[in-house]
């Protein structure tokens, strides 16, 4: 009994000091999510950027611009006499509000009241509405339209913004304070 308990020892001595031997992946991925998500993204992007144009064109009495980011603006309030636009830690004084694409109001400029931004610094403003700040000048105003993807994206607000909303926003730039560092050189 006891060599059978010795010689049972020295097995399982010998099968626990064996090298590992590696295994095949349960599950091989073939990138087919992504692929696919990717081509379910571009699609409603063409969806938004269509549902945007419509209301452009409907509005026949102004110029829309777009923009080098993928939203489009037009001005309200236009400043020649003003050169200087928001750069990186420049203190911007604002309003603005937020609303569907066909001109709900979501957030009026009274509810979000007049804010401090610190340009590139901050990140309690949506993406579109951080870029189309650095496009103005101090005293100007402009109504803005942002596909999703600008916007709130896949989740929304959690509040009243919903998942993959385009949104139109009115932004007002009331002061802008130039930071010596903000300076392009």
Same mark, same amino acid.
């Given at each position: 009994?006891r060599?059978k308990?010795?010689?049972?020892? !020295?097995c &399982? ?5 064996s090298?590992?031997e590696?295994r095949?992946p349960?599950?091989? &991925?073939s ?20 549902? !945007?144009?419509?209301r !452009?064109e409907?509005?026949s009495?102004?110029t829309?611009?777009p ?6 603006f037009?001005?309200?309030?236009k ?7 928001? *750069?990186?830690?420049?203190l ?5 509000n ?12 009274t509810?979000?009241d &007049?804010i ?20 103005l ?8 339209y942002?596909?999703s ?8 607000? *959690? ?20 930071v010596?560092?903000?300076i392009? *050189?």
């Amino acid at each position: 009994m006891r060599n059978k308990i010795v010689f049972l020892l !020295i097995c &399982t001595a010998f099968v626990a000091c064996s090298e590992p031997e590696p295994r095949e992946p349960v599950k091989a &991925t073939s990138g087919t999510f992504f692929r696919e998500s990717i081509k379910r993204n571009k699609i409603l992007l063409a969806q938004e950027e269509s549902a !945007i144009k419509e209301r !452009i064109e409907a509005d026949s009495a102004n110029t829309y611009l777009p923009s080098e980011e993928g939203f489009w603006f037009k001005y309200i309030t236009k400043d020649s006499t003003e050169s200087y636009t928001p *750069h990186e830690n420049a203190l911007v004084k604002l309003t603005y509000n937020v609303q569907t694409i066909n001109g709900q109001v979501i957030y009026s400029k009274t509810s979000i009241d &007049t804010i401090i931004y610190k340009v590139d610094k901050q990140q309690n403003l949506f993406m579109g509405l951080r870029k189309a700040i650095k496009l103005l000048k101090k005293g100007e105003e402009a109504t803005f339209y942002f596909p999703s993807t600008l916007a709130y994206g896949y989740v929304g607000d *959690h509040k009243k913004i919903g998942v993959n909303m385009p949104l139109k926003s009115d932004l007002k730039i009331i002061d802008i304070k130039k930071v010596q560092d903000s300076i392009p *050189h």
